[in-house]
């Protein structure tokens, strides 16, 4: 039996359960084949088998209504479910049971709409119709109100109606109907065959009650002939209780179409802890009675069982076992298994809930396999496994005995049936109850021919498959025969005297043996034997009252009578009761006392009766007398040696007699890991160290082990047992169980808050602690401290422990349970020990109030933890805290005489204790301390107004200085502004142009870089052949392909459409077939035209405006191409030399004023962004540098301007410039490769950003070296000499290498002013404040001095050489204005933005702020901001609205504010020249675009590009192939697009071989 608890407590720590919580409680469900609907307040679920919900559906509207499903049912034949609530006034709705949200069906006024009236449905069959039977009742219902009623389902008109089929009257049973009914509750419903009931609570009056069920012959036609004359009858359970509620029922079907209705009934007494009883009733077999005449009663077959706190039930039969599943009030699920005869097997938990809450009164069979139940309890549903049958060996499988299981031969383990295939399962349960100890039996079988071993194997007696038995010894086989027939002869001679050891081996299927100890039936006995009978039958032999031999039949069922308990009635007498007394009938009996025997007496009934005669002769020297019981020479079995006290053959026993009684158990409640340590309290346990605990769970019995017992009480232990109540009793040595104790087993303790959740170091704080089951807490380990508890109520404390050491000030709480720790989820943090300050006493009354004062802390300290004691000449006198503790104040009172002085107050929190004592009395320094006072405040007063005038004095000098220093620095940038001379580069210079197809690579890849360069044919070698394109077949296909158009352009939408197509692939894909098509501009500008249109039938659709804005799309990079192939040359012969003007002057500009080399901001600047405002004074020097010469030739010298305040780098790279500027070329120089030295009188210093002379500042910034660092003078010799090749330590070759160089280093800002004052000697210098607003006008004076290049750049762009617009630009912008007359914009505003988004913003644009584009140049990131500012006002002059600029408008819109509406007026008059310029003819535009061609052909790697171009088609191919097929025009070319991809996997083929 504990194997079977095991096993099944196994099933519940590996988790066999699977669990879905809801927001609020369950109130309704129901399971079809497929789905589990569960209803809770205003909510429907649907759920599939394993519990994960597929639909959540609301059953109100809104939050202010509520509904309750008081019914829910699947019909499953019509694939519906019916739901039945509160909302919508008690309506009824049919819904789709595959789509729940799909009402196919509505009545509203159906139920009760009270949340506690009592309803209840069932859909029942009537001549082959089904209709919903209800039944409802609620405390408000009048006489006249329906109380059951049969309603209409299959008819969508009357759908929930109760009328007659053929209308007119609705049959109803009305309250009147019941005399003398008071209360009713509806509990359950059902049909069986063609009967159909209702089940409730009827209370007729505040004195009685009674279970009443109400029976309907459904198979009538007509409503009202069903429902009367109405029958019912009342239930009465059980006998001995009388229970008259119903708490839950459930039908049991039987097989050949009967079913048994199984009840729990509750007594209604909560206060009787076995309040509910289990009753099982015939139905089919009862009688009814009319409301007229007396009431028939209707009793229980069987009352089944009492158990505490029953609310669920579901019964099934299985495989010729009942079994019952029980939910109860503390959240169990519990299983009984029962068999034919209604005798109890054994019992289970199959699920605990763990917030023990009740179990919901519907517990549910999953409809498949019968492995699960669904279970509810509260706001959680749980699908429950019934068995374990998994694995285990046949043995085990047998000793489960659970219907369930099975033997799976195939499998060769235990499962369950559906588990199995080919129907190959041997069940293990059959028939009566069967003997769970033993799977094999045998019997030794005198024969005419000799001894034969008969063995029994009790699987399946029903077996008839061709299993087959052998037994072997232990050097040989004996014999083998088929099964079940198995037997064996066994010759004499093999018989050993101590047995002999056989295994019988059961084959083909099973595979199952058994080790068998086969004896000779007349040696088994053995003298010492207390169960002489019990061991012959075990050994298969025969008994026969007085020996043991050889059985003659094996059918013959043998049983050993046996001692079982004796009873003393009275002096003189002992009662010995007997089992199996018919054994021993007629048989001369004797008594037998520590070995002297008397004559018994009649046995009666199975007791014996033996008189104790000459008590003189009976031994009595021990504390107990055994007592046997002979028959002939031989005892019958006394298993459990039966004996009596001694005295009470001397007479000597107590008055009290020899019955033990129990009067307490302590503790009667544990958890369920048991008690280690329990005492039974009570008298007369005589047993002494045969006194046993008898403990008594469900239906298991197990006898425990005392650890020690006196006459008074008994020391044990209680095992490990289930949730729920269990019973114990002291077993004696007289058989019989004495007393009865109730022991309770709960769930383990769990722990909840712990306050309070501080401690001081010193420790001996009470922490309480709550949470449940507290009262089983053994103790708690705090740290590694273990401490007793204390019980108060429902919760315990501790006292926290001192604290040697604090590695940590969070402590972790444990509680024990039975050896096991429980981790609390609270943690204790602890504090310093509190910090007392000192006192001060009061006179009140008699009494001395004393006020304490304390540090601040966090321990949160209340008057119960401290305790306060005056302290008066040696004297201790309690002083109560009389307050709460507020602000760090404690107030106590005493009775104390307290004078002056030599009071003292001990103060203890816990385990701390500390004592103050009473301050030196100051109270005549009261009368000097006003005079002190006085003469403090005037030399105050005198001394701070002293300060006062001296500050103001400083302060006002500091603000002249101020005004001085604004003033100064902004007369200065007046002055520099109105007379600085511009010495800025003008006239011609050498350009580097970059040459066409590098130029064409940086516009079509601007963010590739070096991996664009396979596509310029004098960069990769392997595309090097300009032939390719004709000899490799697949980039011909591939290109024929491109060149039809309406491929092309379908093949653009399709990956456009695409949302893997990024933005990023478009521009590549536009590149990459702009430079396919390169060769044939004229093919590519037409489709670049049918691409503009569709997009402009996108943009006209929304917003027009803002077409051409952004670069999304193919034809808008497209565009960009386009232009810059078109505008190449005038952009070479025009426009490219004012650009290269400005960006020089720009850069020489920057470079005229100190520029931080770390942030490269400058003083002269067009960005306020790139404004160095923080500058210091410097002062140009003009160094005469020496350049070394090459053999043969002389030194080469150049005065090279440099501020004082430049780097050594700065210093290198404006030699190097100047150089450049005078040669034309850097020769072999580079700044990275070459040194400078300062040539002061011979002696050569050579300069170095970072030396050993550098100054690091305190936050660990290290100043670049300057020239002033090494106070270079003006007209300073400098060397240049070529850096030595030394072995390099890193790859650096300059620190601005270092990843963290603009930490490591500073120049000019982010550096400490005062340091940097201190290199150049100047500490005494007054430091000057600086604002960034001072040094706004260096960015006026930097736009004044580039202003001409501006002017000059712009007016070449818009510019008209001859009268004549560029062809590209005039082309494109009548295409514009041809598309804005097409699609009829009379908005003029429109085109001009058509226009301005095509050309300035979408070319020009990018080749001002990119000068890279187009010169072979390097780019700094503060030109970039400089060229952002002049681009932003080339926009500016673009825009048709006027801006409305105000003083705190940025500055890069401020700077060029006045010049923006001239230059407008100059783009109008642009935009009016192109649009009245005469027409280009197509032949005009198709010759320009030729010609472009043939002037730039073989510069480009086609095949590079059709091979980029293939890797999008191959990505979205079979996009590409839907999209021809829905296009008619397309399907000649799909054959083209896969012998293209044919071509392709040929090649790679090829190329990988």
Same mark, same amino acid.
């Given at each position: 039996m504990f194997f079977i608890v095991a096993f099944a407590l196994l099933c519940l720590k590996t988790s066999c359960q699977e669990t879905r919580r809801f927001r609020s409680d369950v109130n309704n469900l129901a399971i079809s084949a497929k789905e589990i609907f569960v209803a809770t307040d205003n909510f429907l679920y649907k759920l599939n088998h394993s519990l994960n919900v597929e639909?959540?559906?609301?059953?109100?509207?809104?939050?202010?209504?509520?509904?309750?499903?008081?019914?829910?049912?699947?019909?499953?034949?019509?694939?519906?479910?019916?739901? @039945?609530?509160?909302?919508?006034?008690?309506?009824?709705?049919?819904?789709?049971?595959?789509?729940?949200?799909?009402?196919?069906?509505?009545?509203?006024?159906?139920?009760?709409?009270?949340?506690?009236?009592?309803?209840?449905?069932?859909?029942?069959?009537?001549?082959?119709?089904?209709?919903?039977?209800?039944?409802?009742?609620? =405390?408000?219902?009048?006489?006249?109100?329906?109380?059951?009623?049969?309603?209409? $389902?299959?008819?969508?008109?009357?759908?929930? =109606?109760?009328?007659?089929?053929d209308g007119g009257l609705t049959p109803s049973i009305k309250r009147e109907d019941i005399p003398g009914v008071g209360l009713l509750e509806f509990v359950d419903g059902f049909q069986i065959k063609n009967i159909s009931y209702f089940v409730s609570n009827m209370q007729v009056n505040s004195s009685y009650s009674n279970v009443t069920i109400f029976r309907m012959n459904t198979s009538l036609e007509y409503k009202n002939q069903i429902l009367k004359p109405l029958n019912y009858t009342a239930v009465l359970c059980c006998a001995d209780k009388p229970c008259t509620k119903l708490l839950a029922s459930t039908l049991l079907l039987r097989s050949g179409d009967s079913a048994l209705w199984v009840g729990v009934f509750s007594a209604g007494r909560t206060g009787d802890s076995d309040n509910t009883v289990l009753g099982l009733f015939d139905l089919e077999n009862m009688k009814f009675s009319e409301p007229s005449k007396d009431c028939s009663?209707?009793?229980? &077959?069987?009352?089944? $069982?009492?158990?505490?706190?029953?609310?669920?039930?579901?019964?099934?039969?299985?495989?010729?076992?009942?079994?019952?599943?029980?939910?109860?009030?503390?959240?169990?699920v519990l299983k009984f298994v029962m068999d034919q005869k209604l005798h109890f097997m054994w019992k289970t938990v199959l699920h605990e809930f763990t917030e023990e809450k009740a179990v919901f009164r519907k517990m549910v069979l999953g409809p498949s396999s019968e492995k699960y139940i669904y279970a509810a309890a509260a706001n959680q549903i749980?699908?429950?496994?019934?068995?374990?049958?998994?694995?285990?060996? $046949?043995?085990?499988?047998?000793?489960?005995?659970?219907?369930?299981?099975?033997?799976?031969?195939?499998?060769? %383990?235990?499962?369950?049936?559906?588990?199995?295939?080919?129907?190959?399962?041997?069940?293990?349960?059959?028939?009566?109850?069967?003997?769970?100890?033993?799977?094999?039996?045998?019997?030794?079988?005198?024969?005419?021919?000799?001894?034969?071993?008969?063995?029994?194997?009790?699987?399946?007696?029903?077996? =008839?498959?061709?299993?087959?038995?052998?037994? %072997?010894?232990?050097?040989?086989?004996?014999?083998?025969?088929?099964?079940?027939?198995?037997?064996?002869?066994?010759?004499? *001679?093999?018989?050993?005297?101590?047995?002999?050891?056989?295994?019988?081996?059961?084959?083909?299927?099973?595979?199952?043996?058994?080790?068998?100890?086969?004896?000779?039936?007349?040696?088994?006995?053995?003298?010492?034997?207390?169960?002489? @009978?019990?061991? @012959?039958?075990k050994a298969g032999c025969s008994w026969s009252g007085y020996d043991c031999s050889f059985a003659t039949s094996e059918t013959k069922v043998e049983k050993c009578p046996a001692l079982l308990e004796l009873n003393m009635t009275r002096p003189n007498e002992i009662a010995i009761r007997l089992d199996h007394p018919d054994e021993l009938k007629s048989k001369n009996l004797m008594c037998v006392f520590n070995g002297k025997q008397t004559k018994a007496g009649v046995l009666n009934n199975g007791i014996l009766m033996c008189e104790l005669v000459n008590n003189n002769n009976i031994s009595?020297?021990?504390?107990? =007398?055994?007592?046997?019981?002979?028959?002939?020479?031989?005892?019958?079995?006394?298993?459990?040696?039966?004996?009596?006290?001694?005295?009470?053959?001397?007479?000597?026993?107590?008055?009290?007699?020899?019955?033990?009684?129990?009067?307490?158990?302590?503790?009667?409640?544990?958890?369920?890991?048991?008690?280690?340590?329990?005492?039974?309290?009570g008298k007369n346990f005589w047993g002494g160290n045969a006194t046993k605990v008898q403990f008594t769970q469900f239906l298991s019995v197990t006898e425990l082990q005392v650890e020690s017992s006196t006459e008074t009480e008994i020391k044990f232990a209680l095992p490990k047992a289930s949730k729920g109540n269990a019973e114990v009793c002291v077993k004696l040595p007289d058989g019989r169980c004495h007393g009865s104790a109730r022991v309770t087993y709960r769930h383990k303790p769990s722990c909840g808050s712990i306050f309070p959740s501080t401690m001081w170091d010193s420790g001996g704080r009470y922490l309480n602690i709550n949470g449940t089951s507290m009262n089983l807490v053994e103790e708690v380990i705090f740290e590694n401290y273990t401490i007793t508890?204390?019980?108060?109520?429902?919760?315990?404390?501790?006292?926290t422990p001192k604290l040697t050491s604090q590695p940590s000030r969070l402590h972790s709480v444990k509680l024990v349970v039975v050896g096991e720790e429980l981790i609390c989820e609270t943690n204790i943090r602890s504090y310093p020990d509190a910090e007392f300050q000192g006192f001060t006493t009061t006179a009140v009354g008699n009494q001395w109030q004393i006020t304490i004062k304390k540090k601040s802390d966090q321990l949160g300290i209340t008057k119960d933890d401290v305790i306060v004691d005056a302290i008066v000449n040696n004297k201790i006198y309690p002083c109560p805290v009389v307050e709460d503790i507020v602000n760090d104040t404690i107030i106590c009172k005493t009775d104390a005489s307290i004078g002056l002085s030599g009071l003292k107050v001990q103060i203890r929190l816990g385990n701390f204790s500390t004592v103050l004592e009473q301050p030196f009395n100051w109270l005549w320094l009261l009368l000097i301390i006003p005079f002190i006072f006085i003469f403090l405040i005037i030399g105050a007063c005198c001394i701070t107004r002293r300060k006062e005038k001296e500050l103001s004095r400083k302060l006002s000098q500091q603000l002249e200085l101020l005004e001085n220093d604004i003033r100064n620095e902004?007369?200065?940038?007046?002055?520099?502004?109105?007379?600085?001379?511009?010495?800025?580069?003008?006239?011609?210079?050498?350009?580097?142009?970059?040459?066409?197809?590098?130029?064409?690579?940086?516009?079509?890849?601007?963010?590739?870089?070096?991996?664009?360069?396979?596509?310029?044919?004098? &960069?990769?070698?392997?595309?090097?052949?300009?032939?390719?394109?004709?000899?490799?077949?697949?980039?011909?296909?591939?290109?024929?392909?491109?060149?039809?158009?309406?491929?092309?352009?379908?093949?653009?939408?399709?990956?456009?459409?695409?949302?893997?197509?990024?933005?990023?692939d478009r521009c590549n894909f536009a590149s990459c077939l702009t430079i396919a098509l390169h060769s044939n501009l004229d093919y590519l500008t037409d489709v670049m035209k049918d691409l503009l249109r569709d997009l402009m039938d996108q943009s006209t659709n929304t917003q027009p405006k803002l077409m051409l804005r952004r670069t999304e799309s193919v034809v808008e990079k497209l565009l960009t191409n386009w232009m810059s192939i078109c505008l190449y040359g005038f952009l070479r012969e025009s426009v490219g030399e004012p650009l290269f003007l400005l960006v020089s002057a720009l850069s020489q500009r920057i470079s005229k004023g100190p520029v931080d080399a770390i942030t490269e901001k400058a003083l002269y600047t067009l960005n306020e962004d790139w404004l160095l405002w923080q500058a210091q004074d410097f002062i140009n020097l003009k160094l005469n540098v020496t350049f070394p010469a090459s053999p043969g030739t002389e030194d080469i010298t150049l005065d090279v301007n440099v501020l004082d305040c430049d780097t050594i780098e700065q210093g290198k790279e404006k030699i190097l410039q100047i150089f450049k500027m005078k040669f034309g070329y850097f020769q072999q120089f580079q700044a990275k490769h070459i040194d400078i030295?300062?040539?002061?009188?011979?002696?050569?210093?050579?300069?170095?950003?970072?030396?050993?002379? %550098?100054?690091?500042?305190?936050?660990?910034?290290?100043?670049?070296?300057?020239?002033?660092?090494?106070?270079?003078?003006?007209?300073?010799?400098?060397?240049?000499?070529?850096?030595?090749?030394?072995?390099?330590?890193?790859?650096?070759?300059?620190?601005?290498?270092?990843?963290?160089?603009?930490?490591?280093?500073?120049?000019?800002?982010?550096?400490?002013?005062?340091?940097?004052?201190?290199?150049?000697?100047?500490?005494?210098?007054?430091?000057?404040?600086?604002?960034?607003?001072?040094?706004?006008?260096?960015?006026?004076?930097?736009?004044?001095?580039?202003?001409?290049?501006?002017?000059?750049?712009?007016?070449?762009?818009?510019?008209?050489?001859?009268?004549?617009?560029? &062809?590209?630009?005039?082309?494109?912008?009548?295409?514009? *204005?041809?598309?804005?007359?097409?699609?009829?914009?009379?908005?003029?505003?429109?085109?001009?933005?058509?226009?301005?988004?095509?050309?300035?913003?979408?070319?020009?644009?990018?080749?001002?702020k990119n000068p890279q584009f187009v010169f072979d140049m390097e780019k700094s990131a503060h030109l970039d901001g400089c060229l952002s500012v002049i681009a932003q006002a080339f926009m500016d002059c673009f825009s048709l609205t006027d801006q409305q600029l105000g003083k705190h408008a940025p500055t890069n819109k401020l700077l060029y504010a006045k010049d923006i509406p001239q230059f407008k007026e100059e783009v109008k008059a642009y935009y009016k020249q192109i649009r009245e310029s005469p027409p280009l003819s197509d032949e005009d535009i198709k010759n320009f675009l030729m010609e472009e061609s043939k002037k730039h052909e073989n510069e480009f790697n086609v095949p590079a590009a059709l091979g980029e171009i293939y890797k999008y088609i191959s990505t979205h191919f079979t996009e590409l192939l839907a999209s021809m097929e829905e296009e008619e025009a397309l399907q000649n070319i799909k054959g083209q697009l896969l012998h293209v991809r044919d071509l392709f996997e040929e090649r790679k083929m090829i190329r990988w071989q």
């Open positions: 639909v959540e559906e609301a059953l109100v509207l809104d939050k202010s209504q509520f509904n309750r499903v008081k019914i829910l049912l699947v019909w499953e034949d019509n694939g519906t479910l019916v739901l @039945c609530g509160t909302g919508d006034g008690g309506a009824c709705e049919v819904r789709d049971l595959h789509n729940v949200s799909h009402i196919t069906g509505k009545k509203k006024s159906v139920v009760l709409t009270q949340l506690n009236g009592s309803v209840v449905g069932f859909i029942y069959d009537s001549n082959g119709k089904k209709y919903l039977a209800l039944g409802a009742f609620a =405390t408000s219902m009048q006489t006249s109100d329906e109380m059951i009623t049969l309603r209409n $389902l299959e008819h969508t008109v009357d759908l929930f =109606t109760a009328q007659e089929k009663i209707l009793k229980p &077959i069987k009352e089944l $069982l009492v158990h505490v706190n029953l609310t669920a039930v579901l019964a099934i039969e299985v495989n010729q076992r009942i079994v019952l599943f029980f939910g109860t009030g503390d959240g169990m749980t699908k429950i496994k019934v068995a374990n049958c998994g694995g285990g060996t $046949l043995k085990e499988c047998w000793e489960q005995q659970d219907p369930f299981c099975g033997w799976c031969t195939p499998k060769n %383990s235990c499962s369950f049936k559906s588990e199995c295939q080919n129907f190959n399962w041997v069940p293990m349960v059959e028939g009566p109850m069967q003997d769970t100890r033993q799977l094999i039996s045998f019997k030794m079988l005198r024969t005419d021919t000799g001894v034969v071993a008969k063995i029994t194997m009790h699987v399946n007696r029903n077996l =008839t498959k061709n299993y087959y038995c052998q037994l %072997s010894g232990k050097d040989n086989s004996l014999c083998e025969s088929s099964f079940p027939q198995c037997t064996c002869k066994i010759e004499n *001679d093999t018989f050993l005297s101590q047995g002999l050891q056989v295994t019988v081996n059961i084959n083909q299927s099973l595979n199952f043996s058994e080790i068998l100890s086969l004896h000779d039936c007349r040696n088994v006995v053995k003298e010492t034997s207390k169960t002489p @009978c019990l061991d @012959c039958i009595t020297s021990g504390a107990l =007398t055994s007592v046997n019981v002979l028959i002939g020479n031989s005892l019958i079995d006394n298993p459990q040696s039966l004996s009596v006290p001694s005295c009470y053959f001397t007479g000597q026993c107590k008055e009290s007699g020899l019955n033990a009684n129990i009067t307490d158990l302590i503790p009667n409640e544990v958890s369920i890991a048991g008690k280690r340590q329990v005492i039974i309290k508890l204390e019980l108060l109520g429902r919760n315990v404390r501790f006292k902004i007369r200065e940038g007046f002055a520099e502004l109105q007379t600085e001379k511009s010495d800025l580069i003008e006239g011609s210079v050498v350009l580097p142009f970059l040459d066409y197809k590098h130029f064409a690579n940086r516009i079509f890849f601007p963010e590739a870089g070096s991996n664009s360069r396979c596509f310029v044919n004098d &960069i990769c070698a392997p595309f090097q052949d300009t032939q390719e394109l004709n000899t490799d077949e697949f980039s011909k296909a591939l290109f024929d392909l491109l060149s039809n158009k309406l491929f092309l352009i379908s093949l653009v939408h399709t990956l456009e459409a695409q949302k893997t197509f990024t933005i990023k030295e300062y040539d002061n009188n011979g002696i050569y210093l050579r300069l170095q950003e970072i030396d050993q002379s %550098s100054k690091a500042l305190d936050n660990g910034t290290t100043v670049l070296n300057t020239f002033i660092h090494y106070k270079i003078p003006d007209g300073a010799k400098i060397r240049v000499t070529r850096r030595t090749n030394q072995p390099k330590i890193s790859t650096q070759e300059s620190i601005k290498d270092d990843s963290n160089y603009d930490k490591k280093y500073c120049h000019l800002i982010k550096a400490d002013l005062e340091e940097l004052e201190d290199q150049v000697n100047s500490a005494q210098k007054r430091k000057k404040v600086k604002l960034k607003e001072v040094y706004l006008t260096k960015l006026l004076s930097t736009k004044v001095a580039v202003h001409s290049f501006v002017e000059n750049l712009f007016r070449t762009i818009w510019g008209t050489p001859n009268s004549k617009v560029p &062809i590209a630009i005039k082309y494109f912008f009548d295409f514009l *204005d041809r598309q804005g007359e097409n699609k009829k914009i009379t908005d003029p505003d429109v085109l001009h933005i058509w226009k301005t988004n095509s050309l300035p913003l979408r070319f020009w644009v990018n080749i001002l």
